[in-house]
């Protein structure tokens, strides 16, 4: 059984190791930023840094947990290894889960069933190529809600270890951090328990102790991100340009806007949910198959299915409720239910096997996964934002060559790799605290290009001239132009001569 255990564990490697096979020069957004806070904690010899890089930020107030540990690391292993570290979070996830499901069942068919789930996950597939604290995050708030269950099934101690893990949670990652609220909330009140009231209190001191007071700083922040969400929600993934009032078209909508009018693209942001973890609606469905059927659930088993339920809930109300959407993107949180559902379908295996419509769903699911990787690899393969491509790489290369000066991106995405490899400041923020710095270029553009350069002093224009229309590119002020594949650098004059122009 060992062996399984391990072939499961080889398997899901194998699967999270094909996005890197498809983005060698590097993938994702994130983890330019946390390779560069962590060079710069190392260089400054203080935490948390200052990223003066990041011309739009105030101050780096982010969870500050899994930088500081990334810090800790001896950096030869974090330079080699850094792209690699979400998937070492997320394969001690699969651990976990796979003794979690040995230790309430006794069987380790329950540990390879749900390995084998949580393996064939595709958010974890496609999230996980790129360094971050997600994956940190929800190791930890499933070892909290691990320590609940176990506290409620008669375990001693259980709820002091929740409290100290939940800490760890809020000190970690933000989006993780409502999720736990959320659960401990519906869990407090569906089961009349008291007791998860006091949990999110206690870790909320637990964290302040273990930061020694910096948690206070990461609570102003993550209600500055809130603040800055909740009035520009409207406006994820649009394009800043072709959607800015200064130079796109009323009315328009990029194809890659999130919230786009429509019944068709309300529609599409439920396939996000479901396609990145087809197994959260299947598993519920099941449990509601074999209830139908007569089985009946341990206490385990509705744990299970009631965390499951929690996480589903909280993905589809992010998605569906306008007020709620500040709280990141709904689909993301499937990255936490992946545990649950992988758990409820582990232990419900033996059930399962002997219901025919049970078996028809999971099949379908299985199916349902391969299709949503196919078609991220597919677009993988051809995408500008999410990884770097030959050109880009070209591109960056260039700018390191040029003088110091300021950079510009379109699309936005690429500032922080700009900023990481290239060692020059970026126009950009959106990390920590300072989101009103950002509200004039971002998610739209919401002034004059000449006037943000003029302001941010900036020397270059890195742009896929496909990403803006003609009006903005007829709009910038005198430039020499590189043309680097698809992508060119615009260089600028100094601030003084645009001073002369106006």
């Not at 994956?135 to 809600?145: I, R, S, T, W």
Request: charged letters at 15%; aromatic letters at 14%.
């Amino acid at each position: 059984m060992l062996l399984s255990m391990l072939l499961v564990v080889v398997f899901a490697l194998v699967l999270r190791l094909l996005p890197m096979r498809l983005a060698p020069h590097g993938g994702g957004v994130d983890q330019w930023f946390w390779r560069a806070y962590v060079e710069e904690t190392r260089r400054q010899g203080e935490f948390p840094p200052r990223l003066a890089q990041f011309r739009l930020d105030e101050a780096q107030w982010y969870p500050p947990l899994f930088p500081w540990l990334l810090a800790k690391l001896p950096r030869v292993v974090f330079e080699r290894y850094a792209g690699q570290m979400a998937i070492l979070l997320d394969l001690l996830r699969l651990l976990l889960l796979m003794v979690a499901g040995y230790v309430l069942a006794g069987d380790w068919a329950v540990a390879a069933v749900a390995g084998l789930v949580y393996a064939l996950t595709p958010v974890l597939i496609t999230y996980n190529m790129q360094l971050n604290p997600r994956g940190l995050g929800a190791l930890f708030l499933d070892a909290v809600l691990l320590f609940t269950a176990a506290a409620l099934l008669g375990e001693e101690g259980g709820w002091w270890f929740a409290v100290i893990v939940g800490g760890l949670v809020l000190l970690t990652h933000k989006m993780t951090t409502q999720l736990f609220v959320f659960t401990a909330l519906v869990a407090g009140v569906a089961l009349l328990e008291v007791r998860f009231l006091l949990l999110l209190v206690l870790s909320g001191v637990a964290a302040l102790l273990l930061s020694a007071g910096f948690y206070r700083f990461v609570f102003l922040a993550h209600v500055d991100i809130l603040h800055f969400w909740f009035a520009n929600w409207r406006w994820t993934g649009a394009n800043p340009v072709l959607e800015s009032p200064v130079y796109g078209e009323p009315g328009f909508e990029s194809s890659s806007k999130f919230y786009r009018k429509g019944l068709r693209a309300a529609f599409r942001r439920l396939m996000f949910v479901v396609g990145f973890n087809p197994w959260m609606p299947s598993v519920l469905l099941v449990g509601l198959v074999l209830w139908l059927e007569g089985h009946l659930f341990g206490h385990a088993q509705l744990l299970a299915f009631g965390w499951l339920a929690c996480s589903f809930a909280f993905a589809l109300m992010t998605t569906l409720l306008p007020p709620l959407r500040c709280l990141g993107q709904g689909y993301l949180y499937g990255y936490n239910g992946s545990f649950p559902a992988a758990l409820a379908l582990g232990l419900s295996w033996q059930a399962v096997a002997s219901s025919w419509v049970a078996l028809l769903i999971c099949i379908a699911t299985v199916i349902a996964c391969g299709v949503a990787l196919a078609a991220f690899f597919r677009t993988l393969r051809s995408s500008r934002t999410l990884k770097v491509d030959e050109d880009l790489d070209q591109a960056i290369r260039r700018l390191a060559e040029l003088p110091e000066g300021t950079v510009m991106c379109l699309p936005q995405h690429w500032h922080d790799v700009v900023a990481f490899r290239t060692g020059k400041a970026v126009a950009f923020g959106g990390h920590g605290y300072g989101f009103r710095l950002l509200q004039p270029v971002f998610p739209r553009l919401l002034v004059p290009v000449g006037q943000l350069i003029r302001e941010q002093n900036v020397a270059y224009l890195l742009v896929w001239p496909a990403y803006v229309n003609k009006r903005f590119l007829d709009d910038l002020p005198p430039s020499e132009v590189e043309q680097c594949g698809e992508y060119c650098i615009y260089r600028f004059q100094c601030r003084q001569e645009f001073g002369d122009e106006t």
